[in-house]
């Protein structure tokens, strides 16, 4: 399963990062979201706490 962030949707309201914040981050420049590069594995609950806290809807979990 992989995380995917529509970079045109994020809004930067940031709520993926309280809810995960050693998954994903944000850009200094814009806000926008992105997964961490040297994001753990195994934090499904705390993912899925950040797809359903995301007011844009920008993350989404993709099988495969």
């Known amino acids: 399963?992989?995380?995917?962030?529509?970079?045109?949707?994020?809004?930067?309201?940031?709520?993926?990062?309280?809810?995960?914040?050693?998954?994903?981050?944000?850009?200094?420049?814009?806000?926008?979201?992105?997964?961490?590069p040297d994001a753990p594995e195994g934090r499904s609950a705390e993912i899925a706490n950040a797809v359903d806290r995301c007011p844009a809807r920008a993350i989404a979990l993709v099988e495969g």
């Open 1 to 36: 399963m992989s995380i995917e962030i529509d970079r045109d949707t994020c809004v930067g309201a940031g709520q993926c990062v309280l809810a995960a914040p050693d998954v994903f981050d944000q850009t200094e420049d814009e806000g926008i979201s992105f997964v961490r």
